[in-house]
Structures are given as C-alpha cells and as structure tokens.
C-alpha cells in the first residue's frame, strides 16, 4: 500500500517556519539546547515502531533482540558516565523520573523535603498544583535572604523536626553549584534518603565543571535532553539497592510502553557526553555564563546570588528599571528575537506570571560556537531591546542585529537550513 502523500500537510511547514525561527533567533532559555543530528537521527529512527513493554531480556512481547541490544548499551553507558550502579531510562521526561522514585519509595502521604518553587526549586519537588504536592506532604526549603544561596541551617532545622523519609536536592532556577557532600550528612542524620534531581546539570556533571552527586546520593534523577544535549526524555540513576523497586515503579508503575527511539537517542547523547569535545563544551557553558553574567552586572541588572557559577542566571530587573517586569521584558525580547523566560526572584512581590526576574541561559548559544565575545554583544542588544521597549524601529535593529549574529552561529550548517 503507498503512504499517504504528507507532503503538502501544512504541520511541515510549521516544522520549517520553526527551524527558521531556531535559526534567527537567540535561544537563551535555560533549560534548552540543540541536539546534535546524530541525536535526531536515532529519534527520527524506526525504533518508533516497537513495543517494548518491560526491560531488556524481560519483555512482554516478542521482537525485542535488537531493541534490548540497544536499551541495555543505553543503560550501560550511562552508569559508566555517571559512575551509578543501575539505570532505568525509560522516563519519557525529567518530571515523570521524578515520580518514579517517589512512587519506588513513599507512600501517599510521606513526608519529603523539597526546595520551593519560588527559591529555585521545580514543580515536582512539592509545588500544591504539581501530583508531587498534591500526594507527599512537602516541607520546603529554600535560599537565604543575605547571600541567596541554599540556607543549609534552615534545612537541617527542618530536617530534624520534620524526619522526611526523602529529601530532594537540584533546582530549576539556582545559578550556583550544590555540594552533595553536606546534603548526605544530613540525610544520614535524620535517617532519610537522598535523591538529587540534576535535570538542569547533568551536563554539567558529564563534562565535570559540577561535582558529581552519584556517590553521595540513593537517586540521580535529570532529564536528557537540557544541558546534557540529547533527546527530550527522561533518566533515573541509583544504588543497587533501590534498582527493582525503581524498575517497578517506572513499569508496570508508571507508564507503558518505553520509547525506544527516544532510548537509542539517549545511548547516542551519552556516547557524546563522554568524549572529552563534551567537556570542553560544559567548560565553554559555563566561562560564557559568567561573562554574560559580569556583561549584565556592568550593565547595572542586579545578579541573584551575585554572579552564576553553572549555565544560568538569574536577573533581578529591579535595579535595571523598577518599573520592568519580567513579563514585560520577555514579550520585548521576544519581539527582538530574544528567547528566554520570565523568572521570580527570592521573595518576589510580583506573582509568577509577572515576575521581578529573568532567566538566562548559555548552553544552546554555547552548542553554536559562541564564546565570550558574543556573550557582550548578547548583554549590548538585551540592553537595547528593554530600553528601546515601545519604540519599533529600536526594536527592529536590535533584531537585525541578532539575525546577523546568528547567522554566524548556525547550528546544523550540515543540513543546509
Ligand atoms: C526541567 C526539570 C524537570 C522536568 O523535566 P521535564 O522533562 O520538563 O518533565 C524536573 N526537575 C527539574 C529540576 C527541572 O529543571
């Protein structure tokens, strides 16, 4: 039987429209990246086809020799990245790893400390609207009010009046390093587990400018596809010890059928991430995230916490210009053909759909090629666009500038688009 003729289906030209848009646009959201086409590759591949339900060597359906081939290197090679002793990496995403654990070790009900949403910390780790918040009772933690960083006083206050069963490490939003060291203590004193969820830096972690938090941990969650540059997905990391009941919770837990090309993808990204062009690659991240940061400052944006050390900031506009808010100063951007997202602040007054903050990240422009240089052109023309904001033609050089620039960094120049 033919296939169908999609050829003229208009979803195509959205796809084309939307690599134009990649193409001339800075991508400055934290949490993205551009894949490489190796990694798009095996997503694209005909391991879409396949119903895996199960684990390698223990599957439901029959046809599985290649697929459990694949799955097996995948899980091979990211125990050997991360140094763990069992890999499940099945999550279709970074916040359904997360479940998974939950759902290997609590009960409904169980109390767990998570870092809040608002100092940093993601949905998953509590937040009322999230299934995390909704079935765990969550107490949070969160950043000091004097140097911003993670109030590890507070947290061991309420680690031993609370006695959670797990405590959740990692952010969304923390332009610093997290020591894991001080975190185990901790858990050990209060006799709970510990999970640290790296989906922002893991990596930061593979490319070793973040210390590695496996040997200190029981759970390594992340997803792949933010810094660590793969496919868009999830991965659970642990010790022996938890390893069935993690496979458990994920399938039959969980979800159903694993995406096997998505997994393939994975084992790809996780071949890269070992090579030592990754570690010059997370050590570039991070040199442009604190020349950004610097560029910024001198600009007179106020940075949370002082500076960044990993591939993100996170900018207090107030100093800027206290009028701006975060949603304005987005929506101005964007206009500019600057992507990135309004963020709150520590304690901010404004709510989180408006925000006192942005969030700026350097691991797509990084993938690009961008170095230091471009990082100063980046802070000229975010700086041009916010006091520019309601003049059109102000606007509109700022992004001719930025098409320009972009043009020199393009990030599949293989594929011609
Ligand atoms: C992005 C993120 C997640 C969720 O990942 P998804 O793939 O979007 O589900 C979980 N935890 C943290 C800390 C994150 O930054």
Redo the contacts with the bound molecule.
Sequence with gaps: MPWPNSADDPVFEMIAREEKRQNSTLQLIA?ENFASPAVMAATGSVLTNKYSEGYPYKRYYGGNMVIDEVEDEARRRVCVLFGAAHANVQPH????A?MGVYQAVLQPGDTVLGMSLDHGG?L?HGSPVNFSGRQYRFVSYGVTASDERIDLDDMAAKAHAEKPKLIVA???AYPRIINPQPLRELADEVGALLMF?A??IAGLIAGGVHPNPMPYVDFLTF?T??TLRGP?G?CILCTAEHSAAVDKAMFPGIQGGPLENTIAAKAVAFAEAATPQFQDYAAAIVANSAALAAALSAHGFRLVSGGSDNHLLLIDLRTFDADLTGKEAQAVLDEAGISLNKNTIPDDLRSPFVTSGVRIGTPAVTTQGMGVAEMETIADLIVRALRGRGDHSAIASVKAAVVELCDRFRPYPELGV
């Design positions: 949490s995403a970074g916040a359904i997360n993601h998953t990692g952010a969304t969820d989906a922002h997803t596809h933010k868009r999830g």
